[in-house]
């Protein structure tokens, strides 16, 4: 890591203690961070680096040394990053449903069905991909029916065998396996002392979604192939393809198989090996098909195409009902219960995947005009539209109940509170205690996101069932009519408002990755989900992109080292994700650094969000062992009207009797009122403002947190 040189107001002091600020996701500049119009980089690059006030004196009133760690442009550094991050979004979600796996005796079982999710996942998106290139283009453009020019007669291929236009048109998904091969081979600079050393399993499991994807790819063109007469060549190739997709299956089902150090070197070669001959297969296959001079099966659609497709489809939707059972069924007890979070977002990452696929094969039909007369794309498709349109559907209904529902108990909690904390307010402040118990009010629905991400996990029934139907060849116009006795046409504006609504999303994740990444203002509501989704490394699905926390990490843990050899201490103050990071990092600190380190968190979502979505790595007992190795040298501030952050171990509301416990955890989480008061202040025209999740370090209450920690580590016994 590049290291500058010191300058005026570098030198260290005997009692100098660095003040090192991490923020959250809004990802904040460095100037708005250290509260200075003018800053340098001291450290790091372009992407994540240390910045210090730029003057004569980069120290505050209260003697302590300001320092930035800004690391924003580490998870969507450049459009690209952010646009593929957009386009990789299911396979995103799906990594991170592994990460938040419950504990106790499920865990093992849903690392597996995770796993198995995001093996389909990229099957899903093959079989989107070959619907275009060989049932729209190869099949029925260039052959059954009578598409739109200039596909009718594309690249000449209209006058060449149907065998040849399938291998031709199959190179297409083919080059999309080997786009997401690269993509899924990028990794975060720089490489060395990672935080988690998963880079061997991400190799393992790029070689396993390889193979599966060129073996389904098989399957779709021998399974054609059949359909005009089998040959003892074409059972041989699809029974070998079919081997290397319950190999594939077999290397995630097996315990452990992957992961143990044991077992990794054999685990590696038969991943390797079971690559290479899917792509040997798939080299076999392509000759075949294209040499086989045999007539084929007349038919609207590529033989064989409906059944893969549907079965794809049906295993995702089985897969998604038995990973939300497991995790329904070892949930813990809490308001937000601990690893309900992976139903939740495996639920959503299959739901963008199945619709993805969808819309892709059914707008690539409208441009290319190859569904006209024979009732539109494939029937799975049509399903998985219709229930995308009713998921999103019954989602916002949920969200609208659950606001109504739980707005009575929020109002009254919100209430109390309020009047603990004024007691005894103005009359002229009537409106203005309006307006905070709302923000408290609003900030509490945190509490009830547990019960409904419970409801939409078990909405994959719906999924299901509708899977299904398509596996039974019932048209949706059919039951609409005879059994929910449905007006003509219902299901038609139901399937146009699915390529409505899933054209919408894209346009709005792509509009949201642009606008994350030239707009910090945006990025503060949107750069959750990229920076949290990309925090973890690939465990699951290798072509998510690559987890930034393996270079914020080290890198952050690097340069407090490097600071305690300069300085009497280091204060690590985090807000809200930055709290994460220096929770992790505190974990790497040698002894030797840690005892000259404090840790100010503040809006931070350790406890309230993290422990109960990453139950298996973010617990109590790992926020117990940061504690034990700062020498709970610790203070956490947080508000009732942050809907992010909130207190650690203990809540210490006024009013409450306090508790008598000799625990050093009992004293780390100090309250701040929010506001500081109703009314402008003397001097002041306008009053204290509801400060919520901002970071506020420039807050008196954050001052003193400050000057309290600074005490501490110039303390001769370390505070």
């Known amino acids: 890591m590049p290291q500058a040189a010191p300058r005026h107001g570098d030198q260290p002091r005997c009692d100098d203690v660095v003040e090192l600020r991490v923020h959250g996701v809004s990802g904040a500049r460095p100037s708005v961070i250290l509260g200075a119009e003018r800053v340098r980089q001291v450290a790091g690059d372009a992407r994540g680096g240390f910045h210090r006030r730029d003057g004569p004196d980069s120290t505050d009133p209260d003697g302590v040394t300001l320092e930035a760690y800004r690391w924003g442009d580490l998870p969507s550094g450049t459009v690209g990053r952010t646009l593929a991050m957009v386009l990789l979004l299911p396979f995103m979600l799906s990594n991170a449903a592994v990460w938040m796996r419950p504990t106790g005796s499920g865990a093992a079982g849903v690392t597996v069905l995770c796993r198995l999710l995001a093996l389909n996942l990229t099957v899903v998106y093959v079989v989107s991909i070959a619907g275009v290139a060989l049932d729209l283009l190869a099949w029925r ?25 399938l291998a031709m048109s199959a190179l297409l998904p083919i080059v999309a396996v080997g786009v997401l091969r690269l993509l899924g081979t990028r990794r975060p600079r720089p490489a060395g002392n990672p935080l988690w050393a998963v880079e061997p399993l991400v190799v393992r499991l790029r070689a396993i979604h390889v193979a599966a994807a060129l073996a389904v790819l098989d399957l779709l063109l021998l399974t054609a ?14 029974t070998l393809s079919a081997a290397v997709l319950v190999a594939c299956v077999g290397l995630l089902v097996a315990p452990g198989l992957i992961d143990r150090a044991a077992t990794a070197r054999i685990a590696t070669v038969t991943a390797r090996a079971t690559g290479v001959l899917a792509a040997g297969l798939t080299v076999a296959t392509l000759v075949a098909v294209a040499r086989d001079e045999r007539g084929w099966q007349s038919s609207a659609g590529l033989p064989g195409y409906d059944g893969i497709t549907g079965g794809a489809l049906l295993g995702q939707m089985v897969l998604l009902v038995v990973l939300s059972g497991v995790v329904l069924w070892h949930r813990g007890r809490s308001a937000l219960p601990r690893g309900l979070g992976a139903a939740l977002i495996a639920a959503i990452a299959v739901g963008l995947t199945g ?150 999303v894209l346009l ?102 993290y422990a109960r979505l990453f139950p298996a790595y973010l617990d109590e007992k790992v926020l117990r062992e940061v504690g034990e190795r700062v020498g709970w040298r610790w203070l956490n501030l947080w508000r009732d009207t942050d809907p992010v952050g909130g207190w650690i171990f203990a809540a210490h509301r006024p009013g ?48 003193a947190a400050v000057r309290d920690l600074v005490g501490r580590l110039r303390s001769p016994d370390g505070g």
């Open 225 to 238: 192939r059949r359909g005009g007469g089998a040959t003892p060549g074409t059972t041989v190739l699809l």
């Open 508 to 609: 709005a994740l792509v509009l949201g990755g642009l606008f994350a990444y030239r707009r910090a203002w945006f990025r503060r509501y949107v750069g959750i989900l990229w920076d949290l989704g990309t925090f973890w490394p690939r465990a699951a699905h290798p072509f998510a992109p690559p987890s930034y926390a393996d270079r914020a990490v080290p890198e952050l843990a690097d340069r407090i080292g490097q600071l305690t050899e300069r300085h009497a201490g280091v204060l690590l103050c985090g807000h809200s994700h930055g709290s994460a990071l220096l929770a992790l990092a505190v974990l790497r600190l040698p002894p030797s650094v840690r005892r000259r380190v404090a840790l100010l968190t503040y809006g931070s979502p350790l406890d309230r969000l």
């Open 141 to 165: 453009c260039l052959g059954a029916a009578a598409c739109r020019a200039p596909f009718d007669t594309l690249a000449g291929l209209d006058d060449r065998p149907v065998g040849q236009r």
């Open 656 to 703: 409450e009797p306090p508790s008598e416990t000799t625990d050093p955890a009992g004293r780390v989480d100090r309250r701040l009122r929010d506001p500081a008061g109703l009314l402008p202040s003397a001097g002041e025209r306008r009053p204290p403002p509801v400060r919520g999740h901002h970071p506020g370090e420039s807050d008196p209450a954050f001052r």
């Open 355 to 504: 619709a993805f696929s969808a819309g892709l094969v059914y707008q690539a039909g409208v441009l290319l005009g190859g569904y006209r007369g024979d009732g539109g794309p494939p029937l799975p498709y049509r399903w998985t539209l219709l229930a995308f349109f009713l998921h999103v559907a019954v989602a916002v209904l949920l969200c609208g109940a659950m606001t109504l529902l739980s707005r009575r108990r929020r109002r009254g909690a919100a209430e109390a509170i309020v009047a603990r904390d004024f007691p005894a307010p103005p009359p002229e402040a009537t409106g203005r205690l309006r307006r905070v118990t709302k923000a408290v009010a609003r900030a509490r629905f945190t509490e009830w996101v547990g019960l409904l991400a419970a409801t939409y996990a078990s909405l994959a029934v719906v999924g299901l069932a509708t899977s299904l139907l398509g596996q039974f060849g019932r048209e949706p116009d059919e039951l609409a009519r005879h059994y929910l006795r449905l007006p003509a046409g219902a299901v038609g504006m139901g399937l146009a408002g699915g390529t409505y609504l899933l054209a919408a």
